[in-house]
Each structure stands twice: as C-alpha cells, then as structure tokens.
C-alpha cells in the first residue's frame, strides 16, 4: 500500500503496463486509449470503439503503442500521466 502520491505513482506505472499488455492480448490490434479519472487515482485503457468509464477523461490523443516492450511502456505512460490531474484534493 502506498503511503504518497509519489509511491502511488511509481507502483502504478508498471501496473498500467501490466494491464495495458492483458488489453492487447485480449483485443489484438485494436488500438487503445488511456484514460484518467480527475482527481480519483485511477487510470483506464479502452479500446476504441469502446465507452470509457463514467466520470474518465482521456488522458492524450496518441493511441498506446504496441510495438514497446515493458520498459518502454511504462515509460511512455510516466511521460503521459505525469501532469494529468489524478491526484485527490482539487476539482
């Protein structure tokens, strides 16, 4: 359990991968987006065509890329979330 946003955010990041190649394999090549919930610590991946989650926002136009392996990744979804408004307290 993470105990600041930052430890939050770092134990997120290969947790989003994680989820992101489980979307892959269960949709092909579909492309797929992120998604954050304003100020709710939570992130999603939809794949298009699909409705995103009530109250989520999309997170960058750029659709996941699927040809990273796992560093690359997360390290493409530490540049895209890290100014994204997740973190509890505002509206």
Same mark, same amino acid.
């Given at each position: 359990?993470?105990?600041?946003?930052?430890?939050?955010?770092?134990?997120?990041?290969?947790? /989003?991968?994680?989820?992101?190649?489980? &979307?892959?394999?269960?949709?092909?090549?579909?492309?797929?987006? /992120?998604?954050?919930?304003?100020?709710? /610590?939570?992130? &999603?991946?939809?794949?298009?065509?699909?409705?995103?989650?009530?109250?989520?926002? /999309?997170?960058?136009?750029?659709?996941?890329?699927?040809?990273?392996?796992?560093?690359?990744?997360?390290?493409?979804?530490?540049?895209?979330? &890290?100014?994204?408004?997740?973190?509890?307290?505002?509206?």
């Amino acid at each position: 359990m993470a105990t600041s946003y930052a430890q939050w955010f770092a134990l997120e990041m290969p947790r /989003l991968t994680d989820r992101a190649f489980l &979307a892959f394999r269960d949709t092909g090549c579909a492309p797929h987006y /992120l998604y954050f919930k304003p100020h709710g /610590l939570e992130f &999603a991946i939809v794949c298009e065509g699909a409705n995103p989650p009530a109250g989520f926002e /999309l997170a960058t136009g750029e659709r996941i890329p699927t040809g990273r392996d796992r560093a690359g990744l997360t390290a493409w979804f530490t540049s895209n979330t &890290a100014r994204v408004p997740v973190l509890p307290g505002g509206a």
